[in-house]
């Protein structure tokens, strides 16, 4: 069994430490075997230990199915313009996204991480405060099963692809039938999910203690049965947002920003209270 902790690979997190043997001690001391990575957006230091990384988080937008599909109305509607949305992605259509996960695939190859994660989930920032989704679950994971199977088949990679669960639309590990779905349509045969049970705690908003946050973990993996045995990793944190989330969704907020990044940065917040707030 691998033990990591979640590291992002840039120069205000790894400032943090002294040298790499400060961060090696580090996750010695927290009994970890590594770290799992997530690019910075910078350039990955030359002088990084072999063996440090263990897993690999790939890049994720939280809103790209729309671009995926080409449905530039709705584009045009979350960003003001085309023009805006193409600053946003990095381009407007769906070359845009292969190329920048094939980046980070072949990032995680070189730094010889043992598995991969990807998220699949798609929501905008405006629906991450009224809860009032565009897309299904289904279609959802359709969009991730025809991105993923053009980036993995054809080519050894070396390392696991671990799908990860979501409260939003699209791979919740709370319906079986749609996790059978997204697992039958990966045509990789390296592949499991990656269960992170806060993620799941968010699923439920009427959770308000960590036993009863447990129940709930335990009662979908029994509801899910043998597919339980495609579980090859874990996210373990705790979330018992249900307060918060009742509060503070079904709306935007009354000051909501015009500005992109100012929106992000708000959404941003949101998005972390939903994860990590306590009752």
């Not at 692809?161 to 590990?173: D, I, K, M, R």
């Not at 907020?253 to 972390?272: C, G, K, M, S, T």
Request: include cysteine; glycine fraction near 8%.
């Amino acid at each position: 069994m691998i033990q990591s902790m979640s590291l992002p690979l840039c120069s205000d997190v790894l400032g943090e430490y002294q040298d790499w043997a400060d961060l090696q001690q580090e996750v010695h001391t927290l009994g970890c075997d590594g770290i799992e990575a997530i690019w910075g957006g910078e350039a990955i230091p030359e002088d990084l230990p072999a063996g440090l990384v263990q897993g690999y988080h790939l890049l994720f937008f939280q809103d790209w199915v729309d671009l995926w599909n080409g449905n530039w109305p709705a584009l045009q509607e979350k960003y003001g313009s085309l023009e805006r949305a193409a600053a946003v992605y990095g381009g407007l259509d769906q070359e845009t996204l292969l190329r920048q996960y094939r980046q980070d695939l072949e990032r995680a190859k070189r730094l010889g991480a043992q598995y991969v994660v990807f998220h699949v989930s798609d929501v905008s920032m405006q629906e991450c405060f009224t809860y009032r989704f565009s897309h299904t679950d289904n279609q959802v994971i359709d969009a991730a099963l025809e991105l993923i199977n053009e980036l993995l088949p054809g080519k050894q990679w070396p390392f696991a692809v671990l799908v990860e669960n979501q409260w939003w639309p699209g791979f919740t590990f709370t319906e079986p039938s749609q996790t059978q779905r997204l697992l039958d349509g990966i045509r990789y045969a390296n592949m499991g999910i990656l269960l992170d049970t806060g993620h799941l705690m968010n699923c439920c908003t009427e959770l308000r203690s960590q036993s009863e946050g447990a129940a709930y973990i335990s009662a979908m993996l029994d509801r899910h049965g043998e597919l339980g045995a495609m579980i090859r990793g874990v996210h373990f944190h705790q979330s018992l947002s249900g307060r918060y989330v009742k509060r503070h969704t079904g709306r935007l907020p009354e000051q909501w920003p015009e500005e992109f990044r100012q929106r992000f940065a708000v959404n941003y917040d949101h998005i972390l209270r939903i994860d990590q707030h306590q009752p």
